[in-house]
């Protein structure tokens, strides 16, 4: 069993930063696929970015391509998503979500991880 906590979330005011944190305890991630999600009011849970396979390779979404960065430590206990020029509409519950049996056509999407953290809240104001 695989249990994520988050941290790092906050206030912050659009062009600022923020570094989100997910670390397990009892397994690390060097098996697994990791990702970061996030869900606004109202809206559907919507895929940040992952690492597939212990970082063989990375994907982001389009909103967010060259502005956040996700990364995993040596000993692959935690990663983090890196956010800068922090915009309004990145607000939202960001989910740290892990998985053994990702596949590519699943690396996107909430069913291609079995492991999900409580969240944490990031608010951007403008």
């Known amino acids: 069993q695989v249990q994520l906590v988050e941290s790092g979330g906050g206030l912050v005011q659009a062009g600022g930063s923020l570094r989100l944190s997910c670390e397990t305890s009892g397994r690390t991630f060097s098996r697994h696929s990791v990702a970061w999600f996030r869900q606004a009011p109202e809206k559907d849970r919507e895929f940040v970015a992952a690492?597939?396979?212990?970082?063989?390779?990375?994907y982001y979404a389009d909103s967010v391509k060259g502005r956040f960065t996700i990364s995993t430590d040596n000993a692959k206990n935690t990663v983090w998503l890196q956010m800068n020029s922090l915009k309004p509409e990145d607000t939202a519950l960001y989910y740290c979500a892990a998985g053994t049996r990702t596949i590519l056509s699943t690396v996107r999407r909430p069913e291609g991880y079995s492991y999900w953290g409580q969240g944490t809240q990031v608010t951007v104001s403008s």
């Open positions: 690492m597939f396979r212990s970082a063989s390779s990375t």
